[in-house]
């Protein structure tokens, strides 16, 4: 039989065990649950990727909206901020990001933002189990984001 001398292992070996159990479930997980928004992983910014996405603390722009919506309570002034891109275009013509950002300051009350992010990720052959073809698709993400920022003291 076992017998703990305090409560305190008791708390210890307990954490362990927990730990090592959720650090089990995360080894099952498949690629495929994993791969939600990935079209969110593409910089929207020619600026934040020249610094290799490291934009969170300056965003000082529209692109706060994206990166740092905390930020927008830096921005003083109106600001637009629009970006296209197509990351292979000789490989593949129909995949591209665009992006949209506009912030807005209202005094006292803070500032707000709303952003657009589109991806395309162009057209796919469609087949069944037997590898025979059904026809196309195209596939994309979007996302619509709404931000606020505002000093709080």
Known sequence: MLTFRSSRSLKA???CLCISMLSLSLVEATP???AAANFLLFSPSARAAGMGDA???ISDDADATFFNPAA????????????FYKPVPSLAN???????GYTQPFGDI???????????LGTQFRTDE????????????VAFGVSYGAYIS
Request: glycine fraction near 12%; avoid cysteine.
């Open 13 to 15: 070996i307990l954490s």
């Open 32 to 34: 495929e649950s994993r």
């Open 55 to 57: 934009y969170v603390a």
């Open 72 to 83: 927008l309570a830096n921005d003083d002034s109106r600001s637009l901020s629009t970006t």
């Open 94 to 100: 129909d995949i591209f990001t665009s992006f949209g």
């Open 110 to 120: 803070g500032n707000f933002g709303i952003s657009l992010i589109y991806t395309s």
């Open 130 to 141: 037997q590898g025979q073809d059904l026809g196309t698709f195209t596939s994309f993400g």
